[in-house]
Every structure is written in C-alpha cells, then in structure tokens.
C-alpha cells in the first residue's frame, strides 16, 4: 500500500492533506511517512527471521532525528560514516552497542568519539586507516572491534557514481591484500578482529552482484577462520534498489534478497549485519514544490518551480528520476502537456526533468516529487542562499516540522566581515 495518494482529489501523505502542508509550512518542504518508514524497516528485518541479525540503519539515507528516533524504536542500529552522523544516531537513541562506523575517510577525533561511546564495530577501509585506529585506542587503554571492509571487484550499482565494489573505487581493502590485512590487524594490541564487512554500491536492481559478493566473501570468511582469526560479524552492506515511479524496473523484493542471503550464508555461523537506507527511506518521503512561473520557450515550455538543485540534487548528480504529479488530481479533461521542470538556480543543470508529460499546470499549482525520501534533504545545501529545505513527519492524522526552514538573516549570521577589511 502507498502511503501518497490522492483521497477526495487531494495528494494525501497518510490522513494528512500535502495541500494542507504546504500552505502551512509553505514550500519546498520535504515530507516523510511513519508509516512508510516503520513499514520498510519491519519488512526489511522480517526478511532475516530466525537468523541473528542487526540491521544497521544507513544514517546518510536520511538523518533526520526523528527518523532516527522512530527507527531506533522499532529496534534499528546505525550505520555511520562521521563523526557527525554518531552524535546524531546517538542523541536520536540509538544504543551504541548497535552502531557501526563505515566511511574511507575517519580522522582520529572521530574514532575517539566512537570509541569513548564504544560502538558495535569499525569498519576498516585501509591500512593506514588501521594503524590509525590502533594508535587512538592504545592511547585510550582499549581495543577498538573491526572488521575490513573488502572490496570484492563485482560490478553494482544503479550508476556510475554509486558503485562502489569494483577494485578501481576508492572503497575497501583490494581483495588480493585483504589476507594480509587481517594477519596485521592480529599483531595489533589495539585491535580485535570481529567480522567482514563488504558494501558494493546503492540502488543495485539484481540479486546476482549481491549473490556474487556473498559467496567471494563467505570464501574469505573460511580462510580468515583457518588462519586462526575469530570471524564472529558478516557485514553485507546496504545496496538493494527501489522502484523510482510506477513504470520502473522493480528491484527484487526484500523477501527474495533476505531468503538468497540466508541461503548463501547458511553454512556460516555468523552473525549478519545489514546496512540499508535507501530501501528504509526512498519511498517513505516526498518532495512538495510550488509552480512559481509556466514560462514559453522556444520550442518548449517550462514549469519554474520553487524547489532546485540545492534542495534535490539527485537529477543534477546522478541522472535520476523522481515520478512528479500535481497534489490536485487532474481533472479529465485537462489537456496533457509537454513540460521541462527547472528550478530558480542559475545553472543549467537544474533541471528535475526535460519535455515530461503533465497535466496542464498553472502558477500557483503545487506539485509532489515522488521517492525523495533518501539522499534527498541530506544532500540539500545553501547555494544561491537558498536556505535549507524544511522537512515535516505525517503520522497517521497529525504531521511535525523537524526541520526548521532557517532565516536568510540566520544564515546571514554565522558569516562576519573582519574588521580590518
Ligand atoms: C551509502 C551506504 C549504505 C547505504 O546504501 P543504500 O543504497 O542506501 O542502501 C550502506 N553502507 C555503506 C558503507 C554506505 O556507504
């Protein structure tokens, strides 16, 4: 069941009216269901029953701290890749007992702070990172639990640049020096071996590179095992696709990812650490935008919105599709129209989508980008001094701003101009 649908001719996100939420936040706004959220989560960790497993929620998805708060209360861990995203799974509730730190790039002061609240497990990415790691913790008394996240070299990953486990990306140990790494990490007072941990891109449509990555891993497992190293966490990422609009291509569903896993993993004792977030977040949110111009091109016409790039850069950066329907249902006898849809920002690349068909739309009209629940506020900034996007949780009849939308004078306030100039 969808949780954005149109009741009475209304686009609705639960029981609550985007018309509503417009006029009264005003837009653009980003709104997310509860109840697509809880849905996702529970369908996602249900795939696994009767298996040991932790599913660590994917924070860059989407951090919100209500989001955080309401998946750390159905049972999520996290996924973190800064310090950062710790302090917020942390302050959201999260137990640090079920958090993992991913991510090439961990400075020391991070790995203090996840030390001090002594997460789950790091997950390792070089060797430099390592020996890094293993100086911070001596310096601490402690030993911080890792696993290496390896890079597998299969091909994955809906897009160029959200592919992530071919050996020429910058991600995870080479699969021909992970052996090595781990023979290291055993010599290392400040270390204790834990588990494996691999990710191989996002938006990954096809069971067969996850398939392909388990079974090269699981392999590495026994190896590791037989040379003594106590192997107790398997790691496998996040990764697994959504369907973007009606007429995509559905990626497998999580109960067809959760049994291949369980059956690919059966002969191993371990225990399964999953790191989603699209898959939790895509479908559980929206984009609200409002119609400010419907401007005659040359050839083509344009609807100039009010949302841009700044706040959903995922067309500009990735090529992505966002499904788009006016929050009024047409009526049928609206002519259909060919549209490009811009936002203000002076770049040609803010473009939501070229030479679309829409039902024919005025200034004023409000229209609902669909699947913007994940990579989307998360990767909104100021440019053009925009100020961030505001985000509002719907559950059920009621709906919360958590994210204010920030004065121009607020954003005006943390600049300065020296005294000297
Ligand atoms: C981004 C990321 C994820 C989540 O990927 P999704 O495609 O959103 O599920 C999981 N693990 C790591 C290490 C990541 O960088």
């Avoid at 096809?206 to 699981?218: N, Q, T, W």
């Avoid at 990579?375 to 949780?393: C, D, I, S």
Wanted: overall charge negative.
């Amino acid at each position: 069941m969808r949780h954005f649908d149109y009741k009475d001719g209304v686009m609705h996100a639960e029981d609550v009216s985007l018309a509503r939420i417009a006029q009264e936040v005003g837009t653009p706004v980003y709104v997310y269901s509860a109840a697509t959220l809880t849905r996702h989560f529970n369908v996602f960790a249900g795939a696994f029953e009767g298996r040991d497993v932790l599913v660590a929620y994917s924070v860059k998805a989407n951090s919100n701290l209500a989001v955080l708060s309401l998946l750390g209360k159905l049972g999520a861990g996290a996924d973190v890749v800064s310090g950062g995203e710790l302090a917020r799974a942390l302050t959201a509730g999260i137990p640090a007992s079920k958090i993992v730190f991913s991510g090439v790039g961990k400075k020391p002061a991070e790995m203090r702070a996840a030390l001090k609240a002594g997460i789950r497990m790091f997950n390792v990415e070089s060797e430099p990172e390592l020996e890094a790691l293993n100086a911070v913790a001596v310096d601490m008394g402690m030993r911080a639990p890792i696993s290496f996240r390896v890079n597998p070299d299969v091909t994955a990953g809906g897009h160029e640049k959200i592919s992530t486990g071919k050996a020429e990306n910058k991600f995870g140990v080479a699969w021909s020096a992970a052996e090595a790494a781990y023979a290291r990490a055993a010599e290392l007072p400040g270390i204790e071996i834990v588990g494996v941990d691999v990710h191989i891109g996002s938006q990954i449509d096809e069971l067969a590179p996850f398939k392909a990555a388990i079974e090269k891993v699981s392999g590495l497992i026994e190896r590791l095992r037989a040379a003594g190293h106590s192997i107790k966490m398997f790691d496998i990422g996040g990764g697994l696709g959504i369907p973007y609009g009606s007429n995509a291509p559905a990626p497998p569903l999580p109960s067809e990812y959760g049994a291949m896993v369980k059956e690919a993993t059966a002969h191993l004792d371990v225990q399964m650490v999953f790191e989603p977030g699209r898959m939790i977040a895509g479908n559980a949110g929206v984009l609200l935008s409002t119609v400010t111009y419907v401007k005659r091109g040359e050839n083509r016409d344009f609807l100039i919105v009010d949302a841009a790039m700044n706040d959903l850069i995922r067309p500009a950066l990735y090529d992505a599709y966002h499904e788009i329907e006016p929050i009024i249902a047409p009526k049928p006898t609206t002519p259909q129209k060919l549209y490009d849809v811009v936002g203000p920002v002076c770049e040609s690349g803010d473009t939501f989508t070229k030479q679309r068909e829409f039902p024919q739309m005025v200034s004023g009209d409000v229209i609902v980008m669909h699947s913007a629940g994940a990579y989307g506020a998360v990767q909104a900034g100021q440019y053009n001094t925009r100020p961030l996007v505001p985000e509002v949780l719907v559950s059920g009849d009621r709906y919360a701003v958590v994210r204010d939308r920030p004065l121009v004078e607020e954003i005006l306030k943390t600049e300065s101009v020296p005294s000297w100039l």
